[in-house]
């Protein structure tokens, strides 16, 4: 039954996909290209006839991904990087300036997890705080490298990969969780900020997808395995769980960089996770109708 309707949703992603396409040649930049959900992103922006830099650590990686790109009629180069680095943000954009222009849509997909009980990090919490290097800082580095030129002449989008996991409070995931919900309300603070300068921003919750985010050496506090949280998320981590192909992740993220209907959900965090044509009709709706009413998509305190 889940296969069915996994298949369904990714169907009905691609159809929707078909109805638009890219205004020939945008550049875009897409981080986190190595594997899984970038991967999958480089290669939907390149069909969809956009110019993909595409931005990774591993070499050998970028290199069979250019391949594969130019191999299906895209255009695409590779620029290996470490996206936290200082500096190197700024430098990425004007490399990419240099070899294709000016860009057009930045998607920051790079990002890494530490699962750990917070008491068992080390007293300076290096490694937490790593994460917010990588899945923050990073991407906002980024987007304020590329949003002088995209105010200058008039449009642009970014966007970055968040989680469901933003709005939940899972054991041994405080810097993982955090750091999501922190992008996705860092895409919502900025529309206001941009309000009548035709550049677009969203946060994209890819749903749970099979990615490399447990496997580097210091992903996993692997000393602090027999802690009674650690063993929790052990015991939930390994319960069914509903998968997506990263592919409907990649695909909602052209969506929204190409159909101008998207422009209504501006500043949202969007769920590849769900049929994405409801969202945008009820969004159509006056004030949204009840996106706008409960404030759905958005990192949200309720209240009595």
Not at 21 to 37: D, R, W
Not at 42 to 50: E, L, R, V
Request: glycine content about 8%; hydrophobic content about 45%; some cysteine.
């Amino acid at each position: 039954m889940l296969a069915s309707s996994r298949a369904k949703l990714l169907v009905t992603q691609r159809v929707l996909l078909l109805l638009v396409k890219l205004t020939p040649c945008e550049q875009a930049v897409v981080t986190g290209t190595s594997a899984g959900i970038g991967r999958s992103i480089a290669k939907a922006f390149a069909a969809a006839g956009a110019r993909v830099a595409c931005i990774a650590r591993r070499q050998v990686d970028l290199d069979t991904l250019i391949i594969e790109i130019e191999a299906s009629g895209g255009q695409a180069f590779a620029l290996a990087a470490d996206v936290a680095l200082p500096g190197v943000a700024t430098q990425i954009i004007s490399q990419v300036e240099q070899r294709f222009g000016p860009v057009d849509i930045l998607i920051n997909n790079a990002g890494i997890s530490r699962i750990s009980p917070l008491v068992s990090e080390d007293r300076s919490i290096d490694l937490w705080w790593r994460v917010y290097e990588v899945n923050v800082r990073a991407p906002v580095a980024l987007i304020r490298a590329v949003l002088p030129s995209m105010v200058e002449r008039g449009g642009g989008v970014v966007m970055t990969t968040s989680s469901q996991v933003a709005t939940m409070a899972l054991p041994v995931m405080s810097a993982y969780a955090s750091s999501k919900a922190a992008i996705s309300k860092f895409h919502e603070s900025l529309v206001p900020e941009l309000y009548g300068t035709g550049v677009l921003s969203f946060a994209v919750n890819p749903g749970i997808v099979a990615t490399e985010l447990g496997k580097p050496a210091d992903a996993i506090n692997r000393a602090a395995i027999d802690h009674p949280a650690m063993q929790a998320f052990i015991g939930m981590a390994g319960g069914p769980r509903k998968t997506h192909s990263p592919q409907c992740c990649a695909d909602i993220m052209v969506t929204l960089a190409a159909d101008e209907r998207c422009q209504v959900l501006n500043g949202h965090h969007v769920n590849a996770d769900q049929e994405f044509e409801p969202v945008l009709v009820e969004a159509e709706k006056t004030d949204k109708g009840r996106i706008g009413k409960e404030r759905l998509y958005l990192v949200n305190i309720g209240e009595l």
